[in-house]
């Protein structure tokens, strides 16, 4: 059993940086593959960074790769996703996910998911 809560989204001019935060609840946190999604208005949820529960091995979407940077802190049972060099196109809500197997970029193998949190790239 995991809960999910994403936070660190807002509104930031293209070329800033963002912060976002992922809080687990749950002794499991650490045995759990994690990832973010994000979901733009009118579009299906797009997966972009994955985390061994170890943290270990990542994998990026090539759309975010050398931009955003994913990392966990299992001590504290957070996700982390730093944002930079943000662009218009990255506006959307963006979801932690948490699941049972080996990373996958298939939103469908994710069991747990947080609420999202929106971030807005202005031009």
């Known amino acids: 059993q995991v809960q999910l809560v994403e936070s660190g989204g807002g509104l930031v001019q293209a070329g800033g940086s963002l912060r976002l935060s992922c809080a687990a609840s749950?002794?499991?946190?650490?045995?759990?593959?994690m990832a973010w999604f994000r979901q733009a208005p009118g579009k299906e949820r797009e997966f972009v960074v994955g985390i061994s529960a170890s943290g270990g091995r990542t994998y990026y979407a090539d759309s975010v790769k050398g931009r955003f940077t994913i990392s966990r802190d299992n001590a504290k049972n957070t996700l982390y996703l730093q944002m930079n060099s943000l662009k218009p196109e990255d506006t959307a809500v963006y979801y932690c996910?948490?699941?049972?197997?080996?990373?996958?970029?298939?939103?469908?193998?994710?069991?747990?998911w947080g609420q999202g949190t929106q971030v807005t790239v202005s031009s």
């Open positions: 996910a948490a699941g049972i197997r080996l990373m996958t970029s298939r939103a469908a193998a994710y069991d747990y």
């Open positions: 749950g002794r499991t946190f650490s045995t759990y593959t």
